[in-house]
């Protein structure tokens, strides 16, 4: 039974208890169907108003009455015909209205007892009822907002509906809370598109104009990339942050690249405005830029290549794994093939890879080294790859430089495979000088151990530097 119908039969009840009153205080069949004509009409007004099938007033309410604040915050509302316009994770979705515009979407948030499996997705059609919700509630965030040293409901600012800290519509996200999976009701699996509303960047800037596209899908068109990704992966765009809510991530962005569309639901959080892609299809047209005559998009295999590493370190007991493994890459293209900037590369083994986030710009011929610690006992490195990147297993390990291009191809330019034999303490492997290429460092007979010592240290290696024959080192 679907919840309409639990509802309907609800509202039946009420009027059969009315009608049987109406007979007792009658002996006639006429008064009867007066009094149930009667009773029709007030249960009719009773339906424009408002539901009561939960013991509590229920309004009709648009996405628009919401977000315009006409319906006050904790009052329960039912939205009739809304889409879903965002995809579904643990908290929520979007729901929007399909002609877009200001005020026409609304984050539906979770509030359930326990985890509850919805079988809904983005285009569904729901009714829904829930309570209007200002996020964050300073009422019910574990902090002392004011300062009394009295928090959430201890304080007396929370009673009746208050709050600790009152906050502009600037400063909170406007959801729909839903006390209970039941009042959610699919009416069709699919609904009609949803209209886009093409805004400009400098109406977004402002709050005071932002607000009114809180929860729209929106358009950016031939929007320019202002600041590069952050920790928490959000960029900006004409200097409005796109973020990843739902994992929506175009990869290292450079200041100067352009993108003809970026897309998405206009959130809120953090004490910021930010547009949400909804999948890979709402960035278009991502016009790329770098620091280099050439992009580490545009290598061919083979044009970066492996020639040093260090499985082992040691220094006498002093240089830990994490601080004194390195690998030394080369650029090895024709001279006529001009610089190329690395930022993007990807540097793994065989269970996981981190990506180059700086410019690090090589001509031809050039060679670089990175840390794969976030330190180095060797010197300055031209990247620390990072604690948490992967390990060069003493054991054996295959190394990779390649990228991931976004169309999702994976370039790849050099591996190599060792193995414990090729791993000594304190010592570092190297190519053969004459085998600089994709091919030839494939093979571990082409490599050998340094005998170059690494200043300040009691270690061997040449991270940054010209490697020595192994042919005449007799290795």
């Not at 009667?38 to 408002?50: F, G, H, R, S, Y």
């Not at 002392?144 to 201890?154: F, K, V, Y």
Request: proline share 4%; charged share 25%.
């Amino acid at each position: 039974m679907s919840w309409t119908l639990i509802i309907a039969l609800l509202a039946c009840g009420d009027k059969v208890q009315e009608d049987t009153g109406t007979v007792e205080e009658t002996d006639t069949d006429t008064d009867t169907d007066t009094d149930t004509d009667t009773d029709t009409d007030t249960d009719t007004d009773t339906d424009t108003d408002t539901d009561t099938d939960t013991g509590e007033d229920i309004t009709r309410a648009t996405i628009e009455e919401i977000q315009t604040e006409q319906i006050s915050q904790g009052q329960m509302v039912r939205l009739e015909n809304v889409i879903i316009s965002s995809p579904v994770n643990e908290y929520g979705f979007y729901v929007s209205t399909p002609e877009g515009g200001t005020n026409s979407g609304l984050f539906v948030y979770y509030d359930f007892q326990q985890p509850v499996a919805l079988s809904v997705e983005q285009g569904n059609v729901l009714s829904l009822v829930g309570e209007v919700l200002e996020y964050p509630d300073t009422c019910a965030d574990y902090g002392d907002n004011d300062g009394d040293g009295l928090i959430d409901e201890e304080d007396p600012d929370c009673q009746d509906g208050g709050q600790e800290e009152e906050l502009s519509t600037y400063e909170t996200l406007t959801e729909l809370k839903l006390l209970d999976p039941t009042n959610i009701e699919l009416i069709n699996d699919e609904g009609p598109e949803i209209a886009v509303t093409i805004v400009d960047p400098s109406v977004l800037l402002s709050p005071e104009t932002a607000e009114a596209y809180e929860g729209s899908l929106i358009r950016i068109e031939g929007g320019t990339v202002t600041s590069e990704q952050n920790s928490f992966n959000e960029w900006k765009l004409d200097e409005i942050l796109v973020d990843d809510l739902w994992e929506v991530d175009p990869g290292l962005v450079n200041v100067g690249d352009s993108f003809d569309i970026v897309q998405g639901i206009f959130h809120f959080s953090f004490g910021n405005y930010k547009i949400e892609p909804r999948s890979s299809a709402d960035l278009i047209g991502w016009n790329r830029t770098c620091s280099g005559d050439r992009c580490v998009w545009d290598l061919s295999p083979g044009e970066l290549v492996i020639t040093e590493f260090m499985a082992n370190p040691d220094n006498a007991g002093t240089c830990s794994d994490s601080a004194g493994e390195y690998i030394e890459v080369m650029y090895t293209p024709t001279l006529e093939s001009g610089s190329v900037d690395l930022r993007g590369l990807l540097v793994g083994d065989e269970d996981s890879d981190v990506t180059i986030n700086n410019s690090i710009v090589l001509a031809p011929g050039d060679i670089t080294w990175f840390s794969v610690g976030s330190e180095s006992c060797y010197g300055t490195p031209s990247f620390q790859l990072g604690s948490s990147s992967f390990e060069l297993n003493n054991s054996g390990d295959t190394l990779r430089l390649h990228y991931l291009d976004i169309d999702g191809s994976d370039i790849s330019y050099d591996s190599i495979t060792y193995t414990s034999n090729e791993v000594n303490p304190g010592i570092s492997t190297q190519l053969d000088p004459g085998s600089f290429n994709a091919t030839d460092n494939d093979l571990m007979t082409n490599w050998c151990t340094s005998e170059m010592p690494i200043v300040n240290t009691s270690d061997f290696g040449s991270p940054g530097l010209p490697n020595s024959s192994c042919v005449v080192l007799g290795k």
